[in-house]
T-cell receptor, first 114, second 111 residues
Framework: NAGVTQTPKFRVLKTGQSMTLLCAQD?????MYWYRQDPGMGLRLIHY???????AKGEVPDGYNVSRLKKQNFLLGLESAAPSQTSVYFC?????????????FGEGSRLTVL | SQQGEEDPQALSIQEGENATMNCSYK?????LQWYRQNSGRGLVHLIL?????REKHSGRLRVTLDTSKKSSSLLITASRAADTASYFC???????????FGAGTRLFVKA
């Protein structure tokens, strides 16, 4: 039972490079989220999706794009990476939205931008 | 700005003692959740308390919610070294789809 799987787990980029983080969940959840976690800042919501084909902005969306073409996948893209995007990125999914349901998290993707 | 703010930022106790962490939030909520994060891992759900509940228990965990003060507390009784982790509260703005996390409390339990 995989739950939420994030790839890659580690990545080092140079400023200006692009990349995509993939999140896959096998629980048939409608809601999916991307968070970033920085020291002392807790988790901040980047983008989220309330169902296949939908996306919405969270607290810190600038510099990121997302897509939810398939219900089980939620992609986070960085078009032109900046050092400020060095962080640990977490994907989560839930059966219901808001805080009505438990969020299931992936193990994180550690991104370093040089 | 974050919806939930935990207090204290860090807490160090001896094994067997109780640990209390507090969370304050800004706007009305439907539910409040607590999560745990071991170092280098993803977050794991601990407990959910609804806005019409005042207290909830789960094993050694006790959560209280005071909507008039917009605050919640998580009590871990008889702590163990394995309880060493960061603990986060998570809330929504009433009616919203987003789950917003606080900055967390780092708990260190000394054996």
């Amino acid at each position: 039972n995989a739950g939420v799987t994030q790839t890659p787990k580690f990545r080092v980029l140079k400023t200006g490079q692009s990349m995509t983080l993939l999140c896959a969940q096998d629980m048939n959840h409608e809601y999916m989220y991307w968070y970033r976690q920085d020291p002392g800042m807790g988790l901040r919501l980047i983008h989220y999706s309330v169902g296949e084909g939908t996306t919405a902005k969270g607290e810190v969306p600038d510099g990121y794009n997302v897509s939810r073409l398939k219900k089980q996948n939620f992609l986070l893209g960085l078009e032109s990476a900046a050092p400020s995007q060095t962080s640990v990125y977490f994907c989560a999914s839930s059966e219901t939205g808001g805080s009505t349901g438990e969020l299931f998290f992936g193990e994180g993707s550690r991104l370093t931008v040089l | 700005s974050q919806q939930g703010e935990e207090d204290p930022q860090a807490l160090s106790i001896q094994e067997g003692e109780n640990a209390t962490m507090n969370c304050s939030y800004k706007t009305s909520i439907n539910n409040l959740q607590w999560y745990r994060q071991n170092s280098g891992r993803g977050l794991v759900h601990l407990i959910l308390i609804r806005s019409n509940e005042r207290e909830k228990h789960s094993g050694r965990l006790r959560v209280t919610l005071d909507t008039s003060k917009k605050s919640s507390s998580l009590l871990i009784t008889a702590s163990r070294a394995a309880d060493t982790a960061s603990y986060f509260c998570a809330t929504d703005a009433a009616g919203g789809f987003k789950t917003i996390f606080g900055a967390g409390t780092r708990l260190f339990v000394k054996a």
